[in-house]
T-cell receptor, first 112, second 115 residues
């Protein structure tokens, strides 16, 4: 059974720092990996989608990498800002069932 | 705005009451999903509809039923609500089922409390 783990569970950094969020998954048979952002009391906003054949995707200050063979992905946030404070969720698409399996998230707090 | 719309946004039910959560998407997606989000548990799939006219159970289907009314709409019904069903419910859609080229789009959620 596919399991997705996100480390750390919570992270607090001063504004301006570069930071890395980690995601690991137990079964490398995935179709894609998606990073989401969730603000308190809100829905999920898709940040980046990496297909299984890709190594990384970039959007603005965000860069996500995927190493399918080792079951790992990282989300790199450059020059963090207080507006980046949110919970970041990693999810993998398991092809046989079309089911998106989620990690429990990393709660990020960026202090001014 | 294009996307996934869920109604209602908030609901309080008494144990044993029934209700239907509504979801509609206007992106012409074939596949739709219902998830629930609980503290410490993450998001878990309740039911999904790979295409219009089909529905299948996910990880936690007990106590729920679904209807894919048409290509746009996918509803979730609680027949006899229980306190264990207190949760935040998210509807999502994707262009097609089980393919890697496209991501999921989520609605803003329904916060349900069963007392």
């Amino acid at each position: 059974k596919q399991e997705v783990t996100q480390i750390p569970a919570a992270l607090s950094v001063p504004e301006g720092e570069n930071l890395v969020l980690n995601c690991s998954f137990t079964d490398s048979a995935i179709y894609n990996l998606q990073w989401f952002r969730q603000d308190p009391g809100k829905g999920l906003t898709s940040l980046l989608l990496i297909q299984s054949s890709q190594r990384e995707q970039t959007s603005g200050r965000l860069n996500a990498s995927l190493d399918k063979s080792s079951g790992r992905s990282t989300l790199y946030i450059a020059a963090s800002q207080p507006g980046d404070s949110a919970t970041y969720l990693c999810a993998v698409l398991v092809g046989s069932q079309g089911n998106l399996i989620f990690g429990k998230g990393t709660k990020l707090s960026v202090k001014p | 705005n294009a996307g996934v719309t869920q109604t209602p946004k908030f609901q309080v039910l008494k144990t044993g009451q029934s209700m239907t959560l509504q979801c509609a998407q206007d992106m012409n997606h074939n596949s739709m999903y219902w998830y629930r989000q609980d503290p410490g548990m993450g998001l878990r799939l309740i039911y999904y509809s790979a295409s219009e006219g089909t529905t299948d159970k996910g990880e936690v289907p007990n106590g729920y039923n679904v209807s894919r009314l048409n290509k746009r709409e996918f509803s979730l019904r609680l027949e006899s609500a229980a306190p264990s069903q207190t949760s935040v419910y998210f509807c999502a859609s994707s262009p097609n089922f089980g393919t890697g080229g496209y991501g999921y789009t989520f609605g803003s959620g329904t916060r349900l409390t069963v007392v």
